[in-house]
DNA sequence: GCGACAG
DNA sequence: ATCTTGTCGC
């Protein structure tokens, strides 16, 4: 858990658990939600955003792991993930004039650092994309994914190379 | 039928 | 996600 919007680190846990369900495009939320769950049960305090390995609206169903988390928390969440799942972007016809007029919006494709992979920001629950947006960038300083994020990785991580 | 497919 | 050699840039 990190402070806003200093981003220090106030806490950290950290659960294994065997996984109950494989992992398959669009379900995902079914292998991680009851590990990240038993997590954040232990922080000493509720955080009052999560930002989530993985997408939020821009699912199949329109309701990916960060909506799911934050539905059953009832915390304001925000999907941000490395890859697409569903959707597209860029590729407006050749022609002068172009432009893409999407149907429905599922979220948006967004380059935190200058020349990096750019990740992909969708709203999970009780927040809007433009507050997502927002919020992710402030929580980008100096490498691709958020603070929160890369934080949580890499204690991952270092758990698993120490055995 | 074929391709796509979060972590 | 994981495996895995070499390579690029600060």
Request: charged letters at 25%; one cysteine or more.
């Amino acid at each position: 858990m990190l402070e806003y919007p200093g981003l220090v680190l106030t806490d950290q846990v950290l659960v294994e658990r065997p996984t109950t369900f494989p992992y398959v495009p669009g379900l995902l939320s079914f292998r991680e939600v009851p590990a990240l769950l038993e997590a954040l049960g232990q922080l000493p305090a509720a955080p009052d955003l999560i930002l989530c390995d993985g997408h939020g609206y821009a699912h199949p169903r329109r309701f990916g792991l960060a909506c799911h988390l934050g539905l059953w928390l009832d915390t304001p969440t925000i999907g941000v993930a490395k890859s697409r799942l569903t959707g597209s972007h860029d590729e407006p016809g050749p022609g002068e004039g172009r432009c893409r007029r999407p149907r429905e919006r599922l979220g948006a494709v967004l380059r935190t650092r200058e020349r990096v992979k750019p990740v992909f920001v969708s709203a999970g629950h009780r927040i809007s994309l433009r507050t997502a947006l927002a919020l992710t960038l402030a929580c980008a300083t100096r490498y691709r994914l958020p603070e929160p994020t890369r934080l949580a990785d890499k204690l991952s991580k270092a758990h698993r190379s120490g055995r």
